[in-house]
Structure formats: structure tokens, C-alpha cells
């Protein structure tokens, strides 16, 4: 598992902040935990890392950032 913590951005620009990676504890799967950083959704979120790492159209479906600070304060 590679640690994902920090700022990402997914294929709309939409910003996020990965909390942690953890293990589902009964089937094994390694998952991203997360929340928007935009949203009304209060709620940090699971996403399996298979589909964290998908590609779309050639695109990412998420890309890390060093900073969200543009896109937060907007």
C-alpha cells in the first residue's frame, strides 16, 4: 500500500484531503479514506485504491497537489 496522504485533485479539479489508507478487516481490500474540501458532505469517505488509481480517458482519476490553497480560498 502506498501512503496517499495529503492534497489531491480529481479529473473535474475538484480538491480533496486523503486522511489515511486503511484495510477493510474482513475482505482485505486496501482502501483511501478522504474528504472534500469543497463540499457540504461532513463526512470523510472510503473509495477502494483500485479505483483511487483508475484512469479515465487517459486521465487520472486523481492527482496529487502540494497545495489547495488557490482552490480553497477561491
Known amino acids: 500500500m502506498i501512503d ?3 492534497y489531491w485533485l480529481d ?3 475538484e480538491a480533496y484531503e ?3 489508507n486503511a484495510v477493510h478487516t474482513e475482505t ?3 482502501l483511501v479514506i ?3 474540501l ?3 458532505c461532513p463526512t470523510a469517505m472510503a473509495r477502494p485504491e483500485s479505483t483511487w488509481n ?3 480517458d487517459g486521465t487520472p482519476r486523481f492527482r496529487q497537489t502540494h497545495s489547495v490553497r488557490n ?3 477561491e
Open 4 to 6: 496517499k496522504t495529503g
Open 18 to 20: 486523503v486522511l489515511a
Open 28 to 30: 482485505g481490500e486496501k
Open 38 to 40: 469543497l463540499s457540504s
Open 11 to 13: 479529473a473535474e479539479g
Open 54 to 56: 483508475d484512469i479515465i
Open 71 to 73: 482552490i480553497v480560498d
Open 34 to 36: 478522504y474528504r472534500p
